[in-house]
């Protein structure tokens, strides 16, 4: 890999090449956002991220009489969730419910899903603008609008800007820390590099797949400071005393911004430390260290670390290829990627692992080519699989390594990439207002195979609605195995609020012999793989075809025909 980009390119002009980006970004992000989140209920984790969004930014985490919520996620993250909440509420002359209830709040919960919506489709374009800005200066502006277009119609991408959820925000912290921590060790300036310390406590704060950010800039660092003098020949122990006392410097001013974002995104939060025991066994255990019960500066994120290594001991139920587990598989995103990259788009990476070829990697890539191995790394490891959507980070900087194809390619070249592009656009646009369940190409019941999130999120309760207000009268219960969260009293509110008394719910307690035997079934597909069911209750479902699929994800049954004129079997 040669020191120096072949192209030449200085960074790229803020011009009207990048606001055009901006702009088209804008436009496509913003309408489409509205009508995803217009034709869909909440989902799973909506109330849960939004109640910890709030009171992070209300101060009130910690209130006398109500039940301290597990922090698995960064405050700051959620907090940029339920900001728009808090300012209406602000506006409106009243304060934010303690615990907030998105289905008690004056605004409604439709009302509140797209203020949300609207909010981080917004908080999305800085996103594009950057990879824009980045690989206009790595390829050249045909592969910064390949690179965009990619991330704009990526379905999966697309399915996670609008929902009150961590994993594009996550991304867009990532990816905006490794581009300053690259250009502030490139060429060190005052501003960079506290810029570089500001992006690193954003995004650590975010999500916590920023975990390793240090490690990834610390290999940015060695990159700058240590491979590259050697390939350009220079005497390295010459070199580095010499510039000993500029980097140090320039490390403690990176810290010194780190510390003091960090404490400031935190709202200048003093917290004491709480210890999670990794299981209800060690519940009893004592606090091993006292400290942690003393008030430190940032203990809020100390706390929200607990939390997510006492998730990580305890594991969280992934399915694949049929088989169940607390703690994954090392192939589990492997075999994900097949189901969910488009066919088009994996014709431009294969394309852009081709280019090798023709166009001869070059220094600046690795700002790219070392976040995308060190997530991918990271998150294949990880035993917690709940859905392609955790793949992200690494996912994007890979799309943006893709796009060198462009760069240097010939007109059969540049062809065939645009053609991917094109492709994954109709596709994608297909599934539309439905893109998390999206599938590369038709499959039998491929919710057999992967499961959760990548399948079915608890979005579907509007078109549950509709479908059963358009359906003949004809007098039959319609049963519903919803997949969504109860709160603290059992409910579950969702279903409650969209579809009222029109569905008989089948409860997670509800034992096979009280299954129904006629009438229609709407079954999450999580549900009927059985995910999260201690029996296989509706394996009896695998061998029928569903008579209707609403919203690309639930699955409509009907016992009656299944069981020719008599009572529906279960086993």
Same mark, same amino acid.
């Given at each position: 890999m040669s020191a120096t980009s072949p192209i030449a390119r200085p960074w790229p002009p803020i011009d009207r090449w990048f606001w055009l980006a901006i702009g088209l970004g804008a436009l496509v992000v913003i309408p489409r956002s509205y009508w995803i989140t217009d034709a869909h209920s909440s989902t799973f984790d909506d109330q849960y991220h939004l109640e910890r969004g709030a009171a992070f930014l209300t101060n009130t985490l910690d209130m006398p009489g109500i039940p301290r919520p597990d922090l698995n996620d960064p405050p700051l993250g959620e907090g940029l969730l339920a900001l728009p909440i808090v300012v209406a509420d602000l506006v409106q002359g009243r304060s934010t419910p303690t615990p907030f209830n998105m289905y008690e709040h004056p605004l409604g919960v439709d009302r509140i899903l797209l203020l949300v919506a609207m909010w981080k489709s917004i908080l999305f374009l800085p996103l594009v603008a950057l990879v824009f800005h980045w690989c206009r200066h790595l390829y050249? $502006?045909?592969?910064?609008?390949?690179?965009?277009?990619?991330?704009? *119609?990526?379905? %999966? $991408? %697309?399915?996670?800007?609008?929902?009150?959820?961590?994993?594009?925000?996550?991304?867009? !912290?990532?990816? #905006?820390?490794?581009?300053?921590a690259?250009?502030?060790?490139?060429?060190?300036?005052?501003?960079?590099?506290?810029? @570089? !310390?500001?992006?690193?406590?954003?995004?650590? =704060?975010?999500?916590? %797949? @920023? =975990? *390793? =950010?240090?490690?990834? +800039?610390?290999?940015?660092?060695?990159?700058?400071? +240590? $491979?590259?003098?050697?390939? @350009? !020949?220079?005497? #390295?122990?010459?070199? =580095?005393? @010499?510039?000993? !006392?500029?980097?140090?410097?320039?490390?403690? #001013?990176?810290?010194?911004?780190?510390? $003091?974002?960090?404490?400031?995104?935190?709202?200048?939060?003093?917290?004491?430390?709480?210890y999670h025991p990794p299981g209800p066994q060690e519940g009893a255990r004592p606090v091993r260290y006292p400290i942690l019960r003393q008030p430190v500066p940032g203990g809020l994120y100390l706390w929200s670390i607990q939390c997510a290594i006492s998730h990580g001991k305890m594991g969280h139920d992934g399915y694949l290829l049929g088989e169940t587990r607390k703690h994954g598989w090392l192939h589990y995103y492997p075999v994900v990627l097949s189901y969910k990259v488009p066919l088009g788009l994996a014709l431009v990476f294969v394309l852009g692992l081709v280019s090798i070829r023709w166009f001869r990697p070059f220094w600046d890539e690795w700002s790219l080519l070392v976040p995308a191995l060190a997530w991918t790394v990271f998150l294949v490891q990880a035993r917690i699989n709940v859905g392609f959507r955790h793949f992200l980070p690494p996912y994007v900087f890979w799309l943006m390594l893709e796009s060198r194809c462009v760069a240097r390619g010939g007109a059969v070249v540049r062809g065939l990439a645009w053609c991917g592009v094109l492709l994954t656009a109709i596709h994608g646009a297909s599934w539309l207002p439905n893109p998390m369940g999206y599938m590369n190409y038709p499959r039998h019941k491929p919710y057999l195979a992967i499961n959760d999130s990548n399948v079915d999120w608890g979005q579907g309760l509007k078109q549950v609605d509709q479908w059963i207000n358009n359906r003949p009268k004809d007098g039959r219960p319609v049963y519903l195995r919803y997949f969504g969260l109860q709160d603290r009293e059992g409910r579950f509110r969702a279903v409650e609020h969209y579809l009222g008394s029109k569905v008989h719910l089948i409860l997670p307690d509800t034992k096979p012999e009280d299954l129904p035997t006629s009438g229609i079934l709407i079954i999450s597909p999580i549900h009927e793989a059985g995910l999260y069911d201690v029996m296989p209750r509706f394996q009896a479902l695998w061998r029928f075809t569903p008579d209707s699929i609403i919203g690309d994800s639930l699955l409509v049954y009907d016992l009656d025909r299944m069981g020719d004129g008599k009572p529906f079997r279960w086993n």
């Open positions: 050249g $502006i045909q592969s910064a609008y390949l690179a965009c277009i990619c991330m704009l *119609i990526e379905p %999966t $991408i %697309t399915a996670h800007i609008s929902v009150p959820a961590l994993d594009v925000l996550g991304v867009t !912290g990532i990816a #905006l820390a490794c581009y300053c690259w250009r502030a060790l490139e060429s060190p300036t005052l501003l960079r590099v506290a810029a @570089a !310390g500001g992006s690193m406590a954003l995004a650590m =704060l975010t999500k916590h %797949t @920023a =975990l *390793i =950010l240090p490690g990834v +800039v610390g290999l940015m660092a060695g990159l700058h400071w +240590v $491979i590259r003098p050697w390939l @350009a !020949g220079l005497d #390295l122990r010459a070199d =580095l005393r @010499a510039k000993l !006392g500029a980097r140090f410097k320039l490390v403690a #001013l990176w810290v010194a911004a780190f510390v $003091i974002s960090f404490w400031a995104f935190l709202l200048f939060d003093v917290h004491p430390v709480i």
